[in-house]
């Protein structure tokens, strides 16, 4: 079996903490942390690993042409959010995360709710009017009107939001 490849089981949970130990205080030379970051360019010039033999994969432009203006539906996006969530995705990690303040972000109930507001609002901020569109690249943030951290029932209710442009949205929240 290639050596670093299925790990995780062949070593029991002690003998992974005993190795992670022996690795803590490690310094690397400037050499060497040099060509670990030219390593790591080469491997996102390639692409993602695809199997075991280390090969790498790109999008063929077949595929891209195929995926182009594929929209899928609510239910479908739903279904795919829950299979990937939790022990199912491939980056769990038991549970810890860096970005818990901005985890609801990445919920699919927030995705849907700022799409609703979104295009309810006709992509236009409601403060000041500018609207976002090709010709006019405006960032456009949604707002919970009722506060998404002590009004929780709201959360996901579109009567609860606003479109506001990112400068409209920073004075809603700091006054300047």
């Known amino acids: 079996m290639p050596k670093g490849i299925y790990q995780h089981k062949l070593h029991s949970e002690e003998t992974k903490r005993k190795m992670s130990e022996m690795k803590k205080g490690i310094k690397f030379t400037e050499e060497h942390k040099k060509k670990l970051s030219l390593a790591k360019i ?8 695809n199997n075991a033999k280390g090969k790498h994969w790109k999008w063929s432009e ?4 195929k995926m182009k203006g ?3 539906t609510e239910e479908e996006r739903r279904k795919r959010s829950e299979n990937k969530k939790g022990e199912k995705c ?3 990690r038991g549970g810890t995360t860096k970005l818990k303040r901005y985890k609801h972000y990445n919920n699919l109930e927030y995705k849907l709710w700022r799409e609703k507001v979104f295009k309810r609002d006709d992509y236009t901020c409601q403060k000041c009017g500018n609207r976002c569109g090709k010709e006019n690249p405006v960032i456009i943030h949604p707002h919970h009107i009722k506060s998404y951290t002590y009004y929780p029932e709201l959360r996901y209710e579109v009567d609860n939001g606003i479109t506001l442009c990112i400068s409209c949205h920073h004075i809603e929240h700091f006054g300047h």
């Open 42 to 49: 080469r491997w996102f010039e390639k692409g993602k690993p």
């Open 62 to 65: 077949k595929q891209k042409e």
């Open 70 to 72: 594929k929209k899928y």
């Open 90 to 92: 491939n980056f769990w």
